[in-house]
């Protein structure tokens, strides 16, 4: 296909999933291995990511991402793709990134907090954004400024490159029944998150998702949140851990990034920035539909297939979560003297008490009454 028709039919598909145009359109440095040019002008870029390679959803969305930009450059541009531990190990995927070592990455930015907690608010934070809203906060509400800004500082250009929406609470071994429960329980459980575990007595783990199961079955962990059921079912938590807890507290609506060496994204012709813009926004959508289309099948063959025991976690519980949240988002974040980290909040904070009175008219509402039409309730 050529780059022209491919570049309108992508943009074209972005408005109708309700992706504004300003949010379509925005790549390189020294020669090393991660990109290496040849005498036809062709160019390959490398990129890692914190997942397995082909790994529904997280994996095949990077995969396609990488596929479409070949497709779109006509070949001009190529992505060599590296799954989790293939060139790196998962979670130094940042710092191969920021030092040029690869080109780009597929990857969660709540892994970095390490980096500074503000990088936790461009995936997903405790009590937060949903996908849509996160969309909007990034698209048209100045996140994807304060993004530029604080992975510019480590050399990175990030784009929002896919989304699982609302996840799941988590695969637990026994029942969850209060918040003491969660006492001394050792949990897979990423960015801010986990901090709100430790502040209630539980013990959080981060660990990359390849490993999760076989830190499960060991014992090593006794519980695990992941993503939802399609990508859960894949991963056969179910075999070690019957009960499956929801909503999700901690990931509403989980932004993935396409990250760029900074000086890889500035060696690209302007022409070229603003195709990767429109091509990851196109991967952002086309992931968050592809969650949607395939997560009840899934969770429907776990509960009959394979007796999973769907659980709903209390308003107590919730309740004790966000008020542990509280505490954390002040100590971690507004207390911590990263003064970006505290830039980032308040305006992501800001936004969603906007937003959130709109999504309670709008989405909320209508999903509720339809509920009860369709005896759903």
């Not at 028709?5 to 109708?16: E, P």
């Not at 980096?115 to 990034?138: D, I, M, Q, R």
């Not at 999760?212 to 179910?238: C, H, K």
Request: glycine fraction near 12%.
């Amino acid at each position: 296909m050529k780059r022209r028709n491919f570049l309108f039919t992508a943009v074209s598909g972005l408005l109708g999933a309700g992706i504004g145009a300003g949010a379509v359109l925005s790549t390189r440095r020294g020669e090393d291995l991660s990109a290496p040019m040849v005498a036809s002008g062709k160019r390959e870029l490398t990129m890692v990511m914190t997942w397995p390679k082909n790994f529904p959803g997280l994996g095949t969305g990077a995969e396609r991402l990488a596929d479409s930009i070949t497709a779109a450059t006509d070949g001009r541009l190529t992505v060599k793709l590296y799954g989790a531990g293939e060139l790196v190990p998962a979670l130094e995927s940042f710092d191969a990134v920021s030092q040029g070592t690869a080109d780009m990455m597929h990857a969660a930015s709540y892994y970095w907090v390490g980096k500074s907690p503000g990088f936790a608010f461009f995936t997903a934070v405790p009590f937060g954004f949903t996908a849509p809203e996160a969309n909007a906060w990034l698209y048209w509400g100045g996140g994807q400024e304060l993004w530029d800004s604080i992975a510019g500082d480590f050399n990175i250009k990030s784009l929002p490159a896919g989304n699982t929406g609302v996840q799941m609470g988590g695969w637990f071994r026994k029942e969850m029944r209060t918040l003491e429960d969660f006492k001394g329980i050792k949990m897979r459980i990423p960015g801010l998150a986990g901090a709100v575990l430790n502040n209630i007595g539980g013990s959080a783990v981060t660990i990359p998702g390849g490993e999760i199961f076989n830190s499960l079955q060991s014992g090593t962990i006794d519980a695990t949140e992941w993503v939802g059921p399609w990508n859960d079912r894949a991963m056969g938590f179910y075999k070690v851990a019957k009960f499956y807890y929801y909503p999700g507290f901690h990931e509403p609506g989980s932004t993935l990034e396409c990250a760029f060496n900074l000086d890889t994204w500035n060696s690209f012709s302007a022409s070229d920035q603003a195709l990767l813009k429109g091509l990851c926004a196109a991967e952002n959508a086309n992931m968050y539909a592809e969650y949607m289309a395939k997560n009840s099948s899934a969770l429907d063959s776990l509960i009959k297939d394979e007796g999973v025991q769907l659980r709903r976690f209390s308003s107590d519980i919730f309740s004790g979560l966000h008020k542990a949240w509280t505490t954390v988002l002040d100590e971690k974040v507004m207390s911590s003297g990263d003064a970006k980290a505290q830039k980032i909040a308040e305006s992501y904070l800001s936004f969603r008490d906007e937003v959130v009175g709109w999504t309670k008219l709008s989405e909320q509402a209508y999903t509720d009454e339809r509920a009860k039409v369709l005896d759903l309730s």
